[in-house]
Structure formats: C-alpha cells, structure tokens
C-alpha cells in the first residue's frame, strides 16, 4: 500500500463525493492521491470512525485521527474525510484524516440564541426528522419551531415524529401544525404482542414499538440520510433500534461499532436494515437547547409557510416582530387563514424573532 506523506494542501480541490463515498475522481489530483474516502459514523474523544468501501465487499470501519493542519475544523457524523496512513481497518491501527469533503448540508446550532459558537451537529443531512414525546416528557413547540427553522435554513427537510401516544394523545400539539406541509409520524408501544417490533433503547429498557409506527417512519428513509434529534428520554434510540435492527445486522457497519457499546453521548449513524444503499439513520445525544444565533432573522419566517403568505400585505422592511406595526402577519392570522392554530404559531413566531432583541441587550450587558 502506498503512504501518504505528501501534507495537506489549501489548494485542494474539494470533490463531492458521490453518494458511495468512493475516490473521487479528477485530472487535478489532490494532495493524498491515495487517500480513500469515508463517511464519518461516529466521533469520540478524538477518534473519528468511517466506513470505508461502503457497499463493497471489502467495507469496513477505519478509526482516523485528525491531521494537525485540520486540528480546528469540526468533523462530525455524516462528513466524507479523505482518509490515508492505515486504511485496513485492522484492530489497533490508526488511519490519519487528511481532508473534509464539501458538505451538501450541515446542521448547526448554538448553545443559546445569543451564543456566536456555532456547534456543527451532523453533515450531509436530507431529513431531520423532529423527535417529540406526546408526554414524558413534555412536547414543547418552541422546540420544534426551533428544529424547523434549522432545518429549512440548512436545506434539510423536516419531519415531526411524536412517540409514546400510548402515553397521551398527541392531537392538540399536532394541531399546531396542520397548516404546515410537515409529515406526521406518530408512534406508540404496540398494543398486543404480535403488532410490535422489539427494540431496546440505551437504558437498558425495552419497548415494543408499534409496527405500523416504526413502517410509517421506515417508509419516509429509502436512499436518504435521516438525523433524529430531540430531547433526552424521548425514544430516539428505541426508533433507531426498531429500524436499524441493531441485533440482526451481521458482518456489517452496525456489528462492528456494536450499537451496545455506543455511550448515547454523541452522534452515531447507522445503516437502515433492508435498505437501499445510501439509506442511514443518524441518532444524537438528546439535546437541552437548541439556539439559532446562526440564523439570519430574516429567514426565520420562511420555517412558517402557514403564516408567510401574511407579508405580503407588510410595510417595507417590517421585522414581523412584536415592534412591527401594521405587520400584515396580524391580519393574515385575524381573518383565520392561517387556521385555529394561528395566533398560537404567531406567538412562537414572534418568541423566536424576539431573539435578536435578547442578543443586543446581552451585547450591551443588560442581561
Ligand atoms: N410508553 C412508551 N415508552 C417509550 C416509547 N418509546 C420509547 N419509550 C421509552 O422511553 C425511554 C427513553 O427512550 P430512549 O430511546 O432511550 O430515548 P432517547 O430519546 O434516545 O434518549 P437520549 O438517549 O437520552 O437522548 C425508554 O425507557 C423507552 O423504552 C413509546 O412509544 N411509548
Ligand atoms: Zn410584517
């Protein structure tokens, strides 16, 4: 096997991979002519995980350390990394993370919405599907406003999926978004032994998750990159369970990070079984906050396509924010267009735009 030794260039030229990570291929070599490409599966104190040779029978995972020059770009699940050094997967090597690929997406958030870190949570994303619980615990739709907005800004499209309706009946939250263009999954425990799908979550604890939920999630993911993120004890990883059927897979990505081992501390992908290739799902720590000082206020109100169509009638340059004055948005949702659920999904518009009022005020240190 040839070795890398040539360093890393800034003059790379940065390749889209395609979708089976294999080598690009170009007549303007990159630096690491010889380095293979990985998608990044997890990422743990230092150490970054990647299947290589996706789909081929010579797939495995590579565990990389990160060059130095690279030592300040975030890698996260879901990136392609040029890989070079020790590539065979063999225990106890260590292959070197040269280059990060161009990302098609990338989700972000930041601690607070007055926080300027942005911290990267996954790459590559097509769908975020929002993980909410009818009821423990507690459903909050500044939250998923929140999510929406991440994602429509990231260009990754959204789905809501409510879990433990055999908890409470998840209507009146979904009521708020009837007026969206939203897919609703909803999902329970089964209710006799044989409608469910066994699958054990981190705590240990086991759910039988109702079939034709886990079907109705299972049918949105075919060919694509799934992120599930939501609050802590909401049945993220009990879902990714159910669908990835962490216990049958054999041989593969799934097997050999052995989902028991993965500490839900950070984010982990892994193949959907009996899936197309491509198809991953991406579980996440359960998150307490999810701020959106990266956000541009201006595209917060395209996450509302309910109440959007109200600007139409705005003033140049209104903010549709609790200062504008004869924002069109108020009409819009006082003539019932936008649906019962108006005013509520008005307020959390306006909750969300308040944001960079409270950026201001910690700016100039009232808070
Ligand atoms: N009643 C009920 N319990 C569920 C359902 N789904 C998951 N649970 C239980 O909820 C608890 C939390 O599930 P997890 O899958 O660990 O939650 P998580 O979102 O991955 O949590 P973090 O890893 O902390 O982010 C477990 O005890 C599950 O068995 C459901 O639909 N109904
Ligand atoms: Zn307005």
């Known amino acids: 096997m040839v070795r890398g030794n040539r360093t890393w260039d800034e003059s790379d030229v940065r390749i889209r991979p395609n979708k089976r990570g294999s080598r690009p291929r170009t007549k303007e070599r990159p630096a690491h002519e010889d380095a293979v490409i990985g998608r990044i599966i997890t990422v743990d104190r230092g150490r970054y995980t990647a299947v290589v040779d996706e789909d081929t029978a010579r797939e495995r995972v590579v565990v990389a350390a990160r060059a130095r020059e690279l030592r300040r ?13 020790d590539i065979t997967g063999e225990p106890d090597t260590l292959a070197r993370l040269v280059r990060i690929e ?35 615990p507690e459903p909050r739709t500044g939250f998923i406003d929140r999510a929406l907005v991440a994602a429509y800004d990231a260009g990754i499209s959204p789905l809501l999926c409510v879990t433990k309706a055999d908890v ?50 299972r049918g949105y993911l075919d060919g694509m990159v799934s992120v599930m993120l939501g609050h802590s004890g909401v049945g993220k990883s009990t879902m990714v369970n159910a669908l990835t059927g962490a216990e049958r897979a054999t041989g593969g990505v799934n097997a050999v990070t052995g989902r028991g081992r993965h500490t839900s501390s950070s984010a982990l992908a892994l193949k959907l079984a009996d899936a197309p290739a491509g198809s991953w799902i991406i579980d996440t720590p359960g998150i307490r906050s999810f701020g959106l000082a ?69 700016e100039l240190g009232f808070q």
Not at 111 to 118: F, N, S, Y
């Open 168 to 217: 409470k009946d998840p209507e009146e939250l979904l009521s708020n978004y009837r007026h969206l263009d939203l897919p609703v999954i909803v999902s329970r425990t089964a209710g006799t032994e044989g409608s469910g799908v066994d699958a054990r979550s981190a705590d240990g604890l086991s759910a039988r998750l109702d079939r034709d939920a886990v079907a109705a999630l």
């Open 102 to 136: 161009e990302r098609r997406t990338l989700l972000r958030r930041s601690a607070d919405d007055t926080d300027p870190v942005e911290r990267v949570v996954v790459a590559n994303a097509d769908q975020l599907v929002i993980v909410v619980a009818a009821a423990n």
């Open 73 to 85: 770009s975030p890698v996260v699940a879901g990136d392609f990394v040029a890989l070079v050094g």
């Open 294 to 362: 990266h956000v541009d206020p201006d595209r917060i109100i395209s996450a509302f396509p309910d109440l959007e169509p109200g600007t139409a009638d705005c003033e140049r340059g209104c903010k549709h924010d609790d200062h504008a004055v004869n924002c069109g948005v108020d009409a819009w949702v006082a003539s019932g267009q936008a649906g019962e659920s108006g005013p509520a999904r008005l307020a959390s518009l306006r909750r969300l735009l308040g944001t960079e009022e409270r950026a201001q005020a910690k």
